[in-house]
């Protein structure tokens, strides 16, 4: 029976959207009206592209889509902010402590 022998189509590696020029006026507009602000690049999935969170010293964040790795580099070199990559330095404590504010006081901005 040649029912459950059916080939599954391949799906292409990334279904997400590519970066466009609004994702990286979101992100200058963030450095510029934030203090501290470091780059952690995340490496692509096969859900999302790759993706850069930009975090504020004081653990505000925000996360858009880039062109792979080394255009978040040359953003971040561009907008002289440190980058750093997620896979080797994980993800700042002030991030997680920003996060858990939020949690337990959502009506704050």
């Known amino acids: 029976m040649a029912l ?7 799906r292409p590696a990334g279904r997400d959207r590519a970066s466009d020029r609004a994702d990286l006026e979101h992100l200058e507009n963030f450095v510029r009206t934030r203090r501290g602000v470091e780059a952690f690049i995340e490496p692509r999935t096969t859900v999302t592209e790759t993706t850069v ?6 653990g505000e964040w925000t996360r858009r889509r880039v ?7 040359r953003f971040a070199h561009k907008l002289a902010i440190p980058v750093y990559d997620v896979r080797l330095m994980g993800y700042p404590q002030r991030m997680r402590d920003y996060n ?8 704050l901005p």
């Open 4 to 10: 459950f022998r059916r080939r599954k189509q391949a």
């Open 53 to 58: 969170i930009l975090i504020a010293d004081d």
């Open 67 to 73: 062109d792979g790795p080394d255009g978040a580099r």
């Open 100 to 107: 858990e504010r939020r949690k337990r006081r959502p009506h």
